[in-house]
């Protein structure tokens, strides 16, 4: 009987790592017959990993309806928004979403979480982006480079983050819509703080658009556009 309980518990921890392995190729959910979102399967860009899992199957056509409709969502924000950098990711339920990286120069002054003049219209473009996605739910990260230590670096890029969620509801944004709102000081660098064109890089608020439990309903029924 030990015996039996042995074989059966190594058969369950081979089935677990057999998983995790599968899910470190990054597989777009969508793309096989059917998938179960419980598990998160591919990370975005750097260590974020963007949204929380939805409670929901989602087969290969409401996959593929969610990457069209998260497709036109990229598109009108590259047109809305012309000083932000636009980029299609993957969330944590391995589908489809959208990642917009603000400079940080093009927001703030040096070390300040106020907004400026030509920040302030960028970002009114982008709400109506938002305002005609209330499906899209939106994850906000303020992050810096490594000058200073996080005494210094997290406050100011939480504040810069919530500086961003504050004047997005302010032109009309559901603050609802809002899930994460996040500083990550200099802990998730894209670029070598080593030169000053890097840690420029570094300076930065990223934003997330991805599928909502809504958005994920209405691809299962068919009814997404």
């Given amino acids: 009987m030990k015996k039996m309980k042995l074989m059966t518990l190594l058969m369950c921890l081979s089935l677990v790592f057999g998983c995790q392995t ?4 990054g597989t777009l959910i969508g793309t096989g017959g059917g998938a179960l979102l419980g598990a998160v399967i591919g990370n975005v860009a750097g260590n974020t990993v963007v949204g929380s899992v939805v ?52 927001l703030f002054a040096t070390n300040k979480s106020t907004l400026n003049k030509t920040s302030k219209s960028e ?21 810096t480079d490594n000058t200073g230590n996080d005494g210094i670096n997290i406050p100011l890029s939480n504040s810069r983050a919530q500086s961003v ?10 603050y609802s819509q809002f899930q994460k709102v996040e500083g990550k000081g200099s802990s998730d ?9 890097g840690r420029q890089q570094n ?13 994920v309903d209405a691809a299962n029924n068919g009814t997404l556009k």
């Fill in 55 to 106: 409670g929901a199957t989602v087969g290969a056509a409401a996959g593929s309806m969610i990457g069209k409709h998260m497709d036109k969502v990229a598109k009108r924000t590259a047109e809305q928004v012309k000083n932000a950098k636009v980029e299609e990711v993957t969330d944590a339920n391995g589908l489809k979403a959208v990642k917009v990286t603000f400079d940080s120069g093009i």
């Fill in 123 to 143: 970002l009114a473009k982008f709400s109506q982006v938002l305002k005609e996605n209330g499906d899209c739910h939106v994850d906000i990260y303020g992050h």
């Fill in 165 to 174: 969620v504050n004047y997005l509801t302010s032109c009309g944004v559901p």
């Fill in 22 to 25: 599968k899910q470190g190729t």
């Fill in 203 to 215: 300076r930065r608020v990223e934003v997330y658009l991805y599928a909502s439990k809504a958005m």
């Fill in 189 to 197: 660098p894209v670029a070598s703080n080593a030169t000053a064109a």
